[in-house]
């Protein structure tokens, strides 16, 4: 490995972690409002806690049973 690949790589590595961090800020932003001080997060249909496995992927705002709901609600039309 000369100086070139090692500026690159560490270049790579400084790009991954600042997206990471993004993607947590971000993700922080628009879903803190559902979340319990335990930690948990209510989901913003029916209130009941939103299943471990969606928490897991990041998807906290509704539970299975509601975001099952709100797919197949059709689109209203102006």
Excluded: F, W
Aim: charge should be negative.
């Amino acid at each position: 490995m000369d100086a070139v690949d090692i500026a690159q790589r560490q270049q790579e590595l400084l790009l991954a972690k600042q997206l990471e961090q993004h993607k947590a800020s971000q993700t922080n932003k628009h879903l803190a409002n559902n979340q319990t001080c335990d930690g948990d997060y209510e989901c913003i249909d029916c209130g009941e806690l939103v299943e471990p496995q969606r928490v897991k992927h990041g998807l906290t705002l509704r539970c299975i049973a509601c975001q099952h709901k709100h797919e197949d609600k059709p689109c209203k039309k102006l």
